[in-house]
């Protein structure tokens, strides 16, 4: 089993940058494909990225892809969400995920671990 703490929100304004960080306890986190996702209000939890046990692989949501990018460090537990050229609708609750899975789904069904959440929000 493995926790996750999500780390980072804040309040930002347009066109700037933040960096999410979800450090991992318990199981080392190398054994998960690990993701983020986020969550804005009235609206479903949607995908924003994934990664591989391994960091070799790396896929991104097309409304993040070029803006956003993901890191892990196996030898300190940590996944890092750097997000650059933010906009309003970046707005949302940010939850890092974790499964046992080597697959990194979009659905977020098949995410066994899951943060608390950080808030981010973007201003105009």
């Known amino acids: 089993q493995v926790q996750l703490v999500e780390s980072g929100g804040g309040l930002v304004q347009a066109g700037t940058s933040l960096r999410l960080s979800c450090a991992a306890s318990?199981?080392?986190?190398?054994?998960?494909?690990m993701a983020w996702f986020r969550q804005a209000p009235g609206k479903e939890r949607e995908f924003v990225g994934g990664i591989s046990r391994s960091g070799g692989r790396v896929y991104y949501a097309d409304s993040v892809k070029g803006r956003f990018t993901i890191a892990r460090d196996n030898a300190k537990n940590t996944v890092a969400l750097q997000m650059s050229s933010m906009k309003p609708e970046d707005t949302a609750v940010y939850y890092c995920a974790a499964t046992l899975s080597a697959y990194s789904s979009t659905w977020s069904g098949q995410y066994e671990y899951w943060g608390q959440g950080t808030q981010v929000t973007v201003s105009s």
């Open positions: 318990g199981r080392t986190s190398s054994g998960y494909t």
